[in-house]
């Protein structure tokens, strides 16, 4: 799960999302992904879906996108 978590977190990196947090709940069925971003357009999260959804194996509808 870690290792998942940081694999999102390198790749997003290398996408141009330099400040970027990604977390797997242990005991919910959902992974957060905090991004430091004034606003994101639908084809950032549509990299940010694909991206966390390919390394943590969740499907978009339990990945949440959290700007800050």
């Not at 290792?3 to 390198?10: D, K, L, Q, S």
């Not at 919910?28 to 992904?33: A, C, K, L, R």
């Not at 969740?58 to 700007?67: G, N, Q």
Request: no cysteine; glycine share 6%.
């Amino acid at each position: 799960q870690a290792e998942n978590e940081a694999a999102a977190e390198i790749l997003l990196a290398a996408k141009g999302f330099e400040d970027v947090v990604v977390s797997v709940g242990t005991s919910s069925n959902s992974v957060n992904v905090i991004v430091a971003a004034d606003g994101l357009t639908r084809e950032n999260t549509a990299v940010i879906y694909k991206t966390v959804a390919t390394e943590t194996g969740y499907e978009a509808d339990y990945i949440r996108i959290l700007p800050i």
